[in-house]
């Protein structure tokens, strides 16, 4: 079982900046690849951005540019960096941890709100 916690959410004008943190603990030794989806109302779930443990790293179209997807192995914690951001981004974002022949989880999300 892999536990993941979520922070860094919040509110935020457009054009601004936050960082989303998720730290993961547990079986963490074969994950394979880390990410953020995001959920906003109405919509579904969409990949922002994922690293996998070879830094293989992919970012949805709309974030390219804008978002940095990183992580620290010595803390076993992923950040998304999210800069210029816009009201569109608006959005539960969640983090999401893949594991080969295991499966995936899912953090509890953490509400990104950005203002026009």
């Known amino acids: 079982q892999v536990q993941l916690v979520e922070s860094g959410g919040g509110l935020v004008q457009a054009g601004g900046s936050l960082r989303l943190s998720c730290a993961a603990s547990?079986?963490?030794?074969?994950?394979?690849?880390m990410g953020w989806y995001r959920q906003a109302p109405g919509k579904q779930r969409e990949l922002v951005a994922r690293?996998?443990?070879?830094?293989?790293?992919n970012y949805a179209d709309s974030v390219k540019g804008r978002f940095t997807i990183s992580r620290d192995t010595t803390k076993n914690t992923v950040y998304l960096q999210m800069d210029s951001l816009k009201p569109e981004d608006t959005a539960v974002y969640y983090c999401?941890?893949?594991?080969?022949?295991?499966?995936?989880?899912w953090g509890q999300g953490t509400q990104v709100t950005v203002s026009s």
């Open positions: 999401n941890a893949y594991q080969l022949f295991r499966g995936e989880y």
């Open positions: 690293i996998s443990n070879r830094d293989r790293i």
């Open positions: 547990g079986s963490i030794s074969s994950i394979n690849t």
